[in-house]
């Protein structure tokens, strides 16, 4: 299986602030890999596809780079409703797997 | 506009079946995998398999941890997906979200469900 190693755990920042968070696969992975956003009680969303395709309605401070076995989701300047827990998946080998998940907080 | 409802969760025993649906709308549904993730309380996301379009086979892939209580299956008549799990145990309990896929980018994983949840308990 392929294993996503998703860093931080956890994050507390503020509105404005700039914020990364990263995958790392065990194998390559092209760009077979997805980041989502999910809000408590909520199901997942998806906000980069592709690796670095921002999904279409999501506004643009949100970015995704990277191939092969590292990713990063970037948030340019963080806004209230960005609080919230973030998931990558990849999506090139079975199982599909997911990173243990960011969650972001304000500080 | 693509929506995705799941339904047919809620307490069950541990030992016995439940078979959850997914109805689709607002696109070509035999045109697209259909896949189910889960989520225990409290955890992260865990991809659960899906099934392919009938173009392509109409096969499945599971998870291994599943394997040998799951099924997926569709009906491409009635724009639905199921999945069907055997033997329930209590660390089955959480919430089964379906989502679609096609090809390897802009339409994978792209919508979701809002989730049904499956609490397994005696």
């Known amino acids: 299986d392929i294993q996503m190693t998703q860093s931080p755990s956890s994050l507390s920042a503020s509105v404005g602030d700039r914020v990364t968070i990263t995958c790392r696969a065990s194998?390559?992975?092209?760009?077979?890999l997805g980041w989502y956003q999910q809000k408590p009680g909520k199901a997942p969303k998806r906000l980069i596809y592709?690796?670095?395709s921002l999904q279409s309605g999501v506004p643009s401070r949100f970015s995704g780079s990277g191939s092969g076995t590292d990713f990063t989701l970037t948030i340019s300047s963080l806004q209230p409703e960005d609080f919230a827990t973030y998931y990558c998946?990849?999506?090139?080998?079975?199982?599909?797997?997911f990173g243990q998940g960011t969650k972001l907080e304000i500080k | 506009e693509v929506q995705l409802v799941e339904s047919g969760g809620g307490l069950a025993q541990p030992g016995r079946s439940l078979r959850l649906s997914c109805t689709a709308s607002?696109?070509?549904?035999?045109?697209?995998?259909m896949s189910w993730f889960r989520q225990a309380p409290g955890k992260g996301l865990e991809w659960v398999g899906f099934?392919?379009?009938?173009?392509?086979?109409?096969?499945?892939e599971y998870a291994a941890s599943l394997r040998g209580r799951i099924t997926i299956s569709r009906d491409d008549s009635r724009s639905s997906a199921y999945v069907q799990l055997n033997s329930l145990k209590t660390e089955d309990t959480g919430v089964y979200y379906c989502?679609?896929?096609?090809?390897?980018?802009?339409?994978?994983?792209?919508?979701w469900g809002q989730g049904t949840l499956i609490t397994v308990s005696s």
């Open positions: 989502t679609r896929l096609r090809g390897l980018g802009t339409y994978t994983f792209d919508y």
């Open positions: 592709a690796a670095s």
């Open positions: 194998q390559g992975i092209r760009s077979d």
């Open positions: 998946l990849q999506h090139n080998n079975y199982p599909y797997t």
């Open positions: 607002g696109f070509t549904f035999g045109d697209f995998a």
């Open positions: 099934i392919r379009s009938k173009a392509y086979g109409g096969t499945t």
